[in-house]
């Protein structure tokens, strides 16, 4: 081979290349931590469920006994257990609509 040097300069890689490789890796951590799953443990369906089965159970078993227990004590028991369990009913129905019309959270 030859001992004279080569007609070009090797090219330099130019700083703007790696300005532009940090930014765009930069870039790219931003979007993968965007789109990552918000919600660890159980997720939002799951919660929601459980929630409206604890208002529904809630609105049940309250009503029942706070109707049996004023039924009890005004003597007009099997009414006032039917007065408080179907109001315990109606509460826990709009507690489950005013869950369903909320927004979920962000």
């Given at each position: 081979?030859?001992?004279?040097?080569?007609?070009?300069?090797?090219?330099?890689?130019?700083?703007?290349?790696?300005a532009l490789?940090?930014?765009?890796?930069?870039?790219?951590?931003?979007?993968?931590?965007?789109?990552?799953?918000?919600?660890?443990?159980?997720?939002?369906?799951?919660?929601?469920?459980?929630?409206?089965?604890?208002?529904?159970?809630?609105?049940?078993?309250?009503?029942?006994?706070?109707g049996?227990?004023?039924?009890?004590?005004?003597?007009?028991?099997?009414?006032?257990?039917?007065?408080?369990?179907?109001?315990?009913?109606?509460?826990?129905?709009?507690?489950?609509?005013?869950?369903?019309?909320?927004?979920?959270?962000?």
């Open positions: 081979m030859s001992d004279d040097k080569p007609a070009r300069e090797p090219i330099q890689e130019d700083a703007r290349i790696d490789e940090a930014r765009l890796k930069a870039a790219q951590q931003r979007e993968e931590e965007r789109n990552r799953p918000q919600v660890s443990g159980p997720d939002a369906n799951y919660r929601s469920g459980n929630k409206v089965l604890a208002d529904l159970l809630g609105g049940l078993l309250g009503g029942t006994v706070i049996y227990a004023i039924g009890y004590f005004t003597g007009t028991n099997p009414w006032g257990l039917l007065v408080g369990l179907f109001l315990g009913i109606g509460v826990a129905f709009r507690n489950i609509i005013r869950a369903a019309n909320q927004r979920p959270d962000e």
